[in-house]
């Protein structure tokens, strides 16, 4: 018996060591195997080193039991590679201790220390199967090569992809070996046929579990001159046989199922076809989940020529399978459904399955392997790791993405490999039990607090990896890719000249010169470029002007050439790609504003970047306002108003552009009305926050924090009501206030200050889109005042006003300045706006008589007005007015009619009874007919512009934002005429009386 105080000291040590159950552990050192060494510390501390060292001091107990000398405890004690090999495995098998309980002497199989023995293949492990000759013996032969393998795992000698090339090379062997026995039992069989044994799954990819099932598939041809008929049968015999001596149960266990169902028309199917057979099969009714199964096919057993036939035989059509249709969905759907036939109690758990486990990498590497493999044979691996790294090395992976599923993958196989270790089971669950886990954590090296540090690694890799897969996955790039005629995937340059001339380039020759000078090179850059180019093209070719498109392309990439997130964005982000190609070839504004900002590719993206929904005003305004705080001086101040103004007008754009192409992902079925309002809102709020932005730089640089008068801007026409367009002025009116104790000649003298250098430095000229200040809608006109205190309005509205100016006041709504102020004006003008006496019959006359004589002075000379979006017949002018004059009359008591917004105003005329609904919807139709056409032209030609283009390229780029397709130009002008007619009558009927 050992002393108490001595036992206390001990019991500690072996805390300190690790061990759970110190009690039962000083039992076992105490025993007459271990007693002459209980107290060596090389020993504790060995043991203590092991995932569960309880687990180790029990197996190697029962090991010195079996053994009944004490050479092997000499040897431990003696030789550290042998101690920390044994007692590695030990401490992360029970099943490996229960095998060495069995066969005691197979400890020798650790001792070898030597090159050879650190990375074994099949020749090496085929001499450590080379005396089985049964299924037992091969069973025990198996463990015992099998045990040298764990060892070196559990020690770090090899790392993850080392241990499951190993175990491959291993089930390469046993198959090996087990075919051999099978030809031994029957020679008769074996004389008349030829059989090949192929690897698929990880075993082909040469990245095996510890305990998987090994898929094969078996080809079976006639020696010479053998019947074929009886030949396959007799190779049936002989993979049957095969199959049982690796499956079936012994009283050394079994090895591991060998399973034939990936062959040709699965479980249904005959185990053994001839190679001409297979072919067939292939190519006439093979699934797109077949194709990706044979990425892993590898020849391991048996006939090797035969093997390598149905390689070669197949291999092509493997790298043709990204052509079927649908292939992409169909291989995300088949992962979908992986996923949703998982228990619920167990997808937490899943370590294979599960959504951020190990077949998200392996099917996002082999999808993404299928699509640009077909041009690029460096891809074609069947071992994940090596064709992610390739897929990383030829631009495909952005090198960030591909070492963080890199690292992720190995961490999870490994957390796979000592689960199954463990029992030697087949198992892709993480176990519930804390032992369990914390046995698990220690042997992955984690060792403070292994099941909190065990459970936040995990998650953090699954997070990542599901991140990442949906990333990878489900990247829109890659199913257009996949779409592509096979020797497109990669351009050549008489490969690319004849797919610009078939999409319709005006002139190849300058578009091959753009993608010689983007794609040439041995560069990442033009790596990325050689994959995105085939697509890009047939994106640009969708619009009325490719040639464009293209040039633009280079030129933003020349741009951005060095910026590195720029060709990974549209490799990996979303549909920013396509995005990019259908604003590009759109016409001149957006690229235009994209050139001056080339950064600004980034908000074609799903990333931090906002994408492209439009911000809010306050959201613009805070961001002016910092902005113009950290200026130094107006000048630069402004200059970054114009710059924010710049950027969002680009993003309001792209978000047009693409909401009227769409995109293949999302087909277009935009609301044309929806377009309208976007665009509307966004550019008048982008004006209000500008003007916000000019406002303060000017007060700050000349008053300091206040002006000596409240001042406010007043947004008008198309401005107040909320429907600026791309190149439209702003309509301002401009009010101040005296402050308190502010003599009336300085308040006046200061806001009329403000106004001058507001509007001076918001024309200074730059690269910049102008924003033009018009006052003109202001009392008197041109003669009048630029600025006017609220009192000076009063006066002049109660004394002066005429019909047209109350007609303009409809549109009146405060945008900038003082807030109070501004709604004081709201509510001196609103009894002049919506007059409680409506109109009387000499203010509709005369309303009449002004509409038709601005139309008359107005119209351009040798202009088309039925083609003329403005003045023309049932243009915007008709609906305007016609809702004008339902506002002035009916306002008073119509409170939706209290609007400055057209459509809004139009609605609630409708709803009050004012029109009927076919009527509202006709004008509706027209007006925002007209408004998309106006935005067009001014997304097309960069300048503003009332009537379609005449130019031919021009005109058709225009019907194509409408939704209008190659051929189609003289629909859309139909149908243009048709819509203005239509609201032209109604106009005659409403605002004319018929």
Same mark, same amino acid.
């Given at each position: 018996?050992?002393?108490?105080?001595?036992?206390?000291?001990?019991?500690?040590?072996?805390?300190?060591?690790?061990?759970?159950? =110190?009690?039962?552990?000083?039992?076992?050192?105490?025993?007459?195997?271990?007693?002459?060494?209980?107290?060596?510390?090389? #020993?504790?501390?060995?043991?203590?080193?092991?995932?569960?060292?309880?687990?180790?001091?029990?197996?190697?107990?029962?090991?010195?039991?079996?053994?009944?000398?004490?050479?092997?405890?000499?040897?431990?004690?003696?030789?550290?590679?042998l101690?920390?090999?044994l007692?590695?495995?030990?401490?992360?098998?029970?099943?490996?201790?229960?095998?060495?309980?069995?066969?005691?002497?197979?400890?020798?199989?650790?001792?070898?220390y030597?090159?050879?023995?650190?990375?074994?293949?099949?020749?090496?492990?085929?001499?450590?199967?080379?005396?089985?000759?049964?299924?037992?013996?091969?069973?025990?032969?198996?463990?015992?090569?099998?045990?040298?393998?764990?060892?070196?795992?559990?020690?770090?000698?090899?790392?993850?992809?080392?241990?499951?090339?190993?175990? *491959?090379? #291993?089930?390469?062997?046993?198959?090996?070996?087990a075919?051999?026995?099978?030809?031994?039992?029957a020679?008769?069989?074996?004389a008349?046929?030829?059989?090949?044994?192929?690897?698929?799954?990880?075993?082909?990819?040469? !990245?095996?579990?510890y305990?998987?099932?090994?898929?094969?598939?078996?080809?079976?041809?006639?020696?010479?001159?053998?019947?074929?008929?009886?030949?396959?049968?007799?190779?049936?015999?002989?993979?049957?046989?095969?199959?049982? /001596?690796?499956?079936?149960?012994?009283?050394?266990?079994?090895?591991?199922?060998?399973?034939?169902?990936?062959?040709?028309?699965?479980?249904?199917g005959?185990?053994?076809?001839?190679?001409?057979?297979?072919?067939?099969?292939?190519?006439?009714?093979?699934?797109?989940?077949?194709?990706?199964?044979?990425?892993?096919a590898?020849?391991?057993?048996?006939?090797?020529?035969?093997?390598?036939?149905?390689?070669a035989?197949?291999?092509?059509?493997?790298?043709?399978?990204?052509?079927?249709?649908?292939?992409?969905?169909?291989?995300?759907?088949? &992962?979908?459904?992986?996923?949703?036939? /998982?228990?619920?109690?167990?997808?937490?758990?899943?370590?294979?399955?599960?959504?951020?486990?190990?077949?998200?990498?392996?099917?996002?590497?082999?999808?993404l392997?299928?699509?640009?493999?077909r041009?690029?044979?460096?891809?074609?691996?069947?071992?994940?790791?090596?064709?992610?790294?390739?897929?990383?090395?030829?631009?495909?992976?952005? &090198?960030?993405? *591909?070492?963080?599923?890199?690292?992720?993958y190995?961490?999870?196989?490994?957390?796979?490999?000592?689960?199954?270790?463990?029992?030697?089971?087949?198992?892709?669950?993480?176990?519930?039990?804390?032992?369990?886990?914390?046995?698990?954590?220690?042997?992955?090296?984690?060792?403070?607090?292994?099941?909190?540090?065990?459970?936040?690694?995990?998650?953090?890799?699954?997070?990542a990896?599901?991140?990442?897969?949906?990333?990878?996955?489900?990247?829109?790039?890659?199913?257009?890719?996949?779409?592509?005629?096979?020797?497109?995937?990669?351009?050549?340059?008489?490969?690319?000249?004849?797919?610009?001339?078939?999409?319709?380039?005006?002139?190849?020759?300058?578009?091959?010169?753009?993608?010689?000078?983007?794609a040439?090179g041995?560069?990442?850059?033009?790596?990325?470029?050689?994959?995105?180019?085939?697509?890009?093209?047939?994106?640009?070719?969708?619009?009325?002007?490719?040639?464009?498109?293209?040039?633009?392309?280079?030129?933003?990439? @020349?741009?951005?050439?060095?910026?590195?997130?720029?060709?990974?964005?549209?490799?990996?982000?979303?549909?920013?790609?396509?995005?990019?190609?259908?604003?590009?070839?759109? %016409?001149?504004?957006?690229?235009?504003?994209?050139m001056?900002?080339?950064?600004?590719?980034?908000?074609?993206?799903?990333?931090?970047?906002?994408?492209?929904?439009?911000?809010?005003?306050?959201?613009?305004?805070?961001?002016?306002?910092?902005?113009?705080?950290?200026? @130094?001086?107006?000048?630069?101040?402004?200059?970054a108003?114009?710059?924010?103004?710049?950027?969002?007008?680009?993003?309001?754009?792209?978000?047009? /552009?693409?909401?009227?192409?769409?995109?293949?992902?999302q087909?277009?079925?935009?609301?044309?009305?929806?377009?309208?309002?976007?665009?509307?809102?966004?550019?008048?709020?982008?004006?209000?926050?500008?003007?916000?932005?000019?406002?303060?730089?000017?007060?700050?640089?000349g008053?300091?924090?206040?002006?000596?008068?409240?001042?406010?801007?007043?947004?008008?026409?198309r401005? %107040?009501?909320?429907?600026?367009?791309?190149?439209?002025?702003?309509?301002? #009116?401009?009010?101040?206030?005296?402050?308190?104790?502010?003599?009336?000649?300085?308040?006046?003298?200061?806001?009329?200050k403000?106004?001058?250098?507001m509007?001076?430095?918001?024309?200074?000229?730059?690269? @910049?889109?102008?924003?033009?200040?018009?006052?003109?809608? &202001? =009392?008197?006109?041109?003669?009048?005042?630029?600025?006017?205190?609220?009192?000076?309005?009063?006066?002049?509205?109660?004394r002066?006003?005429?019909?047209?100016?109350?007609?303009?006041?409809?549109?009146a709504?405060?945008?900038?300045?003082?807030?109070?102020?501004?709604?004081?004006?709201?509510?001196?003008?609103?009894?002049?706006?919506?007059?409680?006496?409506?109109?009387?019959?000499?203010?509709? &006359? !005369?309303?009449?008589?002004?509409?038709?004589?601005?139309?008359?002075?107005?119209?351009?000379?040798?202009?088309?007005?039925?083609?003329?979006?403005?003045l023309?017949?049932?243009?915007?002018?008709?609906?305007?007015?016609?809702?004008?004059?339902?506002?002035?009359?009916?306002?008073?008591?119509?409170a939706?009619?209290?609007?400055?917004?057209?459509?809004?105003?139009?609605?609630a005329?409708?709803?009050?009874?004012?029109?009927?609904?076919?009527?509202?919807? /006709?004008?509706?139709?027209?007006?925002?007919?007209?408004?998309?056409?106006?935005?067009?032209?001014?997304?097309?030609?960069?300048?503003?512009?009332?009537?379609?283009?005449?130019?031919?390229?021009?005109?058709?780029?225009?019907?194509?934002?409408?939704?209008?397709?190659?051929?189609?130009v003289?629909?859309?002008?139909?149908?243009?005429?048709?819509?203005?007619?239509?609201?032209?009558?109604?106009?005659?009927d409403?605002?004319?009386?018929?």
């Amino acid at each position: 018996m050992t002393a108490p105080g001595r036992r206390s000291s001990t019991f500690t040590r072996l805390l300190r060591h690790g061990f759970t159950d =110190p009690s039962a552990a000083e039992r076992l050192l105490d025993s007459a195997e271990l007693s002459a060494v209980r107290n060596d510390p090389v #020993l504790l501390e060995a043991l203590g080193a092991t995932a569960d060292p309880d687990l180790a001091l029990h197996g190697l107990v029962r090991l010195l039991e079996a053994q009944g000398d004490r050479e092997l405890l000499d040897t431990v004690i003696a030789a550290k590679p042998l101690r920390d090999r044994l007692l590695g495995v030990l401490g992360a098998s029970a099943a490996l201790a229960d095998h060495l309980a069995r066969h005691p002497g197979d400890w020798h199989a650790l001792v070898m220390y030597e090159p050879r023995d650190l990375h074994p293949g099949v020749e090496e492990f085929e001499r450590g199967l080379a005396e089985a000759t049964d299924p037992v013996s091969l069973r025990v032969a198996y463990r015992r090569c099998l045990l040298s393998i764990a060892a070196r795992d559990v020690c770090g000698t090899t790392d993850l992809a080392q241990t499951a090339a190993e175990l *491959a090379d #291993l089930a390469t062997a046993t198959l090996r070996a087990a075919l051999a026995i099978a030809r031994a039992a029957a020679p008769d069989d074996a004389a008349v046929c030829r059989l090949a044994v192929i690897a698929m799954g990880k075993c082909g990819g040469h !990245e095996l579990n510890y305990v998987s099932d090994v898929d094969v598939i078996f080809v079976g041809e006639a020696v010479d001159g053998a019947d074929e008929g009886k030949a396959v049968r007799a190779a049936t015999k002989l993979a049957s046989h095969m199959m049982r /001596i690796c499956s079936e149960t012994t009283v050394e266990g079994s090895i591991w199922p060998v399973d034939a169902n990936l062959r040709p028309e699965g479980r249904n199917g005959p185990l053994v076809r001839t190679l001409s057979s297979h072919l067939a099969y292939y190519q006439r009714w093979a699934k797109t989940w077949e194709f990706q199964a044979l990425l892993k096919a590898r020849p391991v057993a048996g006939d090797a020529e035969l093997g390598e036939d149905y390689i070669a035989a197949l291999e092509p059509l493997v790298w043709k399978a990204a052509e079927r249709e649908n292939f992409v969905p169909d291989v995300q759907k088949m &992962r979908r459904r992986v996923v949703e036939n /998982i228990p619920v109690t167990e997808i937490e758990r899943e370590l294979k399955l599960g959504p951020g486990g190990l077949r998200d990498v392996e099917f996002a590497v082999q999808l993404l392997q299928l699509v640009h493999g077909r041009s690029d044979a460096s891809l074609r691996s069947g071992t994940t790791l090596d064709a992610l790294q390739a897929l990383a090395a030829g631009g495909y992976v952005g &090198r960030g993405d *591909a070492v963080q599923l890199d690292d992720a993958y190995r961490f999870l196989r490994s957390m796979e490999h000592r689960i199954q270790l463990y029992r030697l089971r087949r198992t892709h669950l993480v176990p519930e039990d804390e032992a369990d886990l914390r046995r698990l954590g220690r042997s992955l090296g984690l060792r403070a607090d292994p099941v909190a540090e065990l459970t936040r690694e995990w998650k953090r890799h699954t997070g990542a990896v599901r991140r990442l897969h949906e990333k990878l996955f489900y990247r829109p790039l890659l199913d257009a890719v996949a779409q592509l005629a096979p020797g497109e995937a990669r351009l050549s340059a008489e490969a690319a000249r004849e797919r610009l001339v078939a999409l319709g380039y005006a002139d190849p020759a300058s578009a091959l010169r753009h993608l010689e000078a983007l794609a040439s090179g041995v560069s990442r850059k033009a790596a990325i470029q050689r994959t995105l180019l085939p697509v890009l093209l047939g994106w640009f070719a969708d619009s009325a002007d490719p040639d464009a498109g293209l040039l633009n392309f280079r030129k933003v990439s @020349d741009a951005l050439g060095k910026t590195p997130w720029y060709l990974r964005l549209l490799r990996d982000e979303g549909a920013a790609a396509e995005n990019l190609a259908r604003v590009l070839s759109a %016409g001149r504004l957006a690229p235009d504003l994209l050139m001056r900002a080339p950064e600004a590719v980034a908000l074609l993206g799903d990333g931090d970047g906002g994408g492209l929904e439009t911000r809010s005003r306050a959201h613009l305004e805070q961001e002016i306002l910092a902005a113009v705080g950290r200026a @130094d001086g107006a000048v630069q101040a402004v200059t970054a108003a114009r710059g924010v103004r710049r950027r969002e007008l680009f993003r309001t754009a792209a978000a047009d /552009i693409v909401g009227s192409y769409g995109t293949e992902a999302q087909p277009v079925e935009a609301d044309q009305g929806a377009l309208v309002d976007l665009v509307g809102g966004a550019v008048s709020d982008l004006t209000s926050a500008t003007l916000a932005g000019a406002l303060r730089a000017v007060v700050r640089e000349g008053w300091g924090d206040t002006l000596p008068t409240r001042f406010a801007v007043i947004g008008m026409g198309r401005f %107040g009501g909320h429907e600026l367009g791309y190149g439209s002025d702003a309509d301002v #009116l401009f009010v101040h206030e005296p402050r308190d104790g502010v003599e009336e000649r300085e308040a006046s003298d200061a806001a009329n200050k403000v106004v001058s250098e507001m509007r001076r430095l918001l024309q200074i000229p730059s690269a @910049d889109p102008p924003l033009l200040i018009d006052a003109d809608l &202001r =009392p008197e006109g041109k003669s009048g005042p630029l600025v006017r205190s609220l009192k000076s309005y009063e006066a002049y509205y109660r004394r002066w006003s005429l019909g047209w100016e109350a007609q303009a006041l409809l549109r009146a709504e405060p945008v900038a300045g003082d807030e109070e102020l501004g709604r004081r004006f709201v509510e001196l003008v609103d009894p002049l706006r919506y007059p409680t006496a409506g109109l009387g019959d000499d203010a509709v &006359r !005369e309303i009449r008589r002004l509409k038709a004589r601005m139309e008359s002075e107005r119209m351009p000379r040798g202009a088309d007005p039925k083609l003329h979006t403005k003045l023309g017949p049932g243009g915007l002018s008709d609906v305007e007015w016609t809702v004008q004059l339902l506002q002035l009359r009916h306002g008073a008591e119509v409170a939706g009619l209290r609007t400055t917004r057209t459509r809004a105003a139009l609605t609630a005329a409708r709803t009050a009874g004012l029109l009927s609904e076919e009527n509202a919807g /006709i004008l509706d139709e027209a007006w925002v007919l007209a408004t998309r056409v106006r935005n067009a032209v001014m997304l097309v030609r960069g300048r503003a512009g009332d009537t379609f283009p005449s130019g031919a390229r021009e005109l058709a780029a225009v019907g194509r934002y409408l939704g209008y397709g190659p051929g189609h130009v003289g629909d859309m002008l139909d149908d243009y005429r048709r819509t203005a007619r239509r609201a032209r009558a109604v106009v005659d009927d409403l605002f004319y009386g018929g």
